[in-house]
């Protein structure tokens, strides 16, 4: 099983640039969710799905869209990407109550 | 609501030495508790989990026990290595506004010295 794949590993944009990051799972997993990384903040939660065709809005959603019209994918897109999006991204999925399988993340930064 | 906190880090330490993170969480109805780790560079990854009050959960050594008396889930191991530094995050997940969507803890660093 290859697990979480995060697509790109590295990525620089200029300031108001579109892009998506790619998230997929081959394990079936209801729970998909998008996180932050920064340093001293932890983790904080963007968005995330419970399940092909539901999302909803973690702490952080502004300036992020996703969906999720399969099981499988979950991609995320930043609309007019801002310096304050950089940041590394971790896509992660679970079943219900278990523990999360994370990607190796998304590197961005916004110049 | 849900919440984690994590002692501050780092934590610094000589190999062999014994390990403890404390852990202490705040929820709704039953969680399932759970460490992660994090090594430089690379994505969280599950390190062990509890699902009931005094279960223990344990991998690669390292032990924590669920104590809902003390709503604790602390984390220690009794013979660290250099190859344990990275950063631990403890989590909790319960049903909370309709999902299961975990809750995680600020990590804690730990740098084990030879």
């Known amino acids: 099983n290859a697990g979480v794949t995060q697509t790109p590993k590295f990525q620089v944009l200029k300031t108001g640039q579109s892009m998506t990051l790619q998230c997929a799972q081959d394990m079936n997993h209801e729970y998909m969710s998008w996180y932050r990384q920064d340093p001293g903040m932890g983790l904080r939660l963007i968005h995330y799905?419970?399940?092909?065709?539901?999302?909803d809005q973690g702490e952080v959603p502004n300036g992020y869209n996703v969906s999720r019209s399969t099981t499988e994918d979950f991609p995320l897109r930043l609309l007019s990407a801002a310096p304050s999006q950089t940041s590394v991204y971790f896509c992660?999925?679970?079943?219900?109550?278990?523990?999360?399988?994370f990607g190796s993340g998304t590197r961005l930064t916004v110049v | 609501g849900n919440s984690v906190t994590q002692m501050e880090g780092p934590v610094t330490l000589s190999e062999e030495a014994f390990l403890t993170i404390n852990c202490t969480y705040t929820?709704?109805?039953?969680?399932?508790l759970f460490w992660y780790v994090q090594y430089p560079g690379e994505g969280l990854q599950l390190l062990l989990k509890a699902t009931k009050a005094d279960d223990k959960g344990s991998n690669k050594g390292f032990e924590a026990t669920y104590r809902k008396e003390t709503t604790s889930f602390h984390l220690e191991k009794g013979s660290v290595q250099v190859s344990d530094s990275a950063v631990y995050f403890c989590a909790l997940s319960s049903h909370s506004g309709g999902s299961y969507i975990p809750t995680f803890g600020r990590g804690t660093s730990l740098i084990v010295h030879p």
């Open positions: 992660a999925s679970s079943p219900l109550m278990g523990g999360y399988t």
């Open positions: 929820a709704t109805g039953y969680p399932s």
């Open positions: 799905s419970v399940g092909a065709g539901i999302t």
